[in-house]
């Protein structure tokens, strides 16, 4: 097994390495190269249950895989069949309030692409804050504000976190899923993803805040995957699950249980709708 390497200090091209090396082991041992990466956030590990063919390998046997200790996140890379497309799925993230840095949390997205996926879908847990949003309804990304501060993450003279002008979120792909919702009845949002470093939850002034900036849902997650995927040149479609309203009047609070087990209700829908995409462009994987 390679030797560990240290994500957050490292050159680039170690953290390529170590990437590379991590997606080695996976093939490896599965013998599937992926063309879809998917990972699932907070309830919405049910995806895993419809793969054909599944195979499974903990994040604590990869190297240099980054675990998560998150509530409801189950910490395994899942590698078969969806809608008749080879993926790889992960039953888990990590997250920047878990204490892991920028980089460890990417990690996972490089070694998916390095494995052969060149589409990501990602999936999150978030807060309304749209009036028109219910609990349980799904939103797909088509922007974000990323509050999942500092921004700068590989040293100065390498950074490649400027934004290059292009939207991350696929157009067509966004189109697509729209009308897949509606042709299974099923309500789709289009909006503002806003992620911040959590862990806690927002106050009513902070939601009040983010409502005007323009977002439509807040999360913890996501953006630092969304940035991983843009430079690797991978195309990505990003969903909400919307757990919980966010409330600007009334003193609501939010609890983690409350938004897994909101995030287990609302999963089929999404799950159904990512599996029709996944038949619908198997055998065409550009
Ligand atoms: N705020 C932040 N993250 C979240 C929320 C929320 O209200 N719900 C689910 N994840």
């Known amino acids: 097994m390679p030797t560990e390497t240290n994500l957050q200090n490292c050159h680039e091209a170690e953290f390529r390495t170590a990437a590379h090396q991590a997606a080695q082991f996976v093939l490896e041992r599965r013998l599937l190269r992926p063309w879809v990466a998917c990972v699932l956030g907070s309830g919405l590990g049910g995806l ?10 903990a994040y604590s046997e990869i190297p240099n895989f980054p675990l998560t200790h998150a509530t409801g996140h189950r910490g395994r890379l899942i590698t ?3 809608g008749g497309v080879p993926v790889v799925l992960m039953q888990g993230r990590s997250h920047r309030y878990e204490g892991r840095s920028q980089r460890e949390v990417q990690f996972p997205v490089h070694v998916m692409q390095a494995m052969g996926a060149s589409l990501i879908i990602t999936t999150n ?12 309804d799904l939103m797909v990304i088509d922007s974000h504000i990323d509050l999942l501060w500092p921004r700068r993450q590989w040293p100065a003279h390498e950074s490649r976190d400027t934004f290059r002008g292009q939207n991350p979120y696929n157009a067509d792909l966004v ?19 806003l992620g911040t470093l959590g862990p806690t939850y927002e106050t009513r002034s902070e939601y009040r805040l983010f409502r005007w900036a323009g977002a439509d849902a807040v999360g913890m997650s996501t953006i630092p995957e969304v940035l991983a995927a843009r430079d690797l040149g991978m195309k990505l479609l990003a969903f909400s699950v919307i757990t919980n309203v966010a409330s600007t009047e009334a003193a609501l609070s939010t609890s983690h249980a409350e938004v897994v087990e909101s995030g287990n209700q609302a999963a089929p829908a999404l799950l159904a709708i990512i599996q029709q995409l996944l038949e619908d462009i198997s055998g065409q994987p550009d």
Do not use: M, P, W
């Open 48 to 57: 895993a249950e419809r793969v054909v063919h599944g195979q499974e390998i």
């Open 80 to 82: 078969g069949y969806l």
């Open 175 to 193: 189109r697509k899923v729209h009308s897949i919702a509606r042709a299974k009845d099923i309500v789709l949002h289009q909006g503002c993803y």
């Open 125 to 136: 847990a978030a807060g309304g804050l749209n009036s028109r949003f219910r609990t349980g």
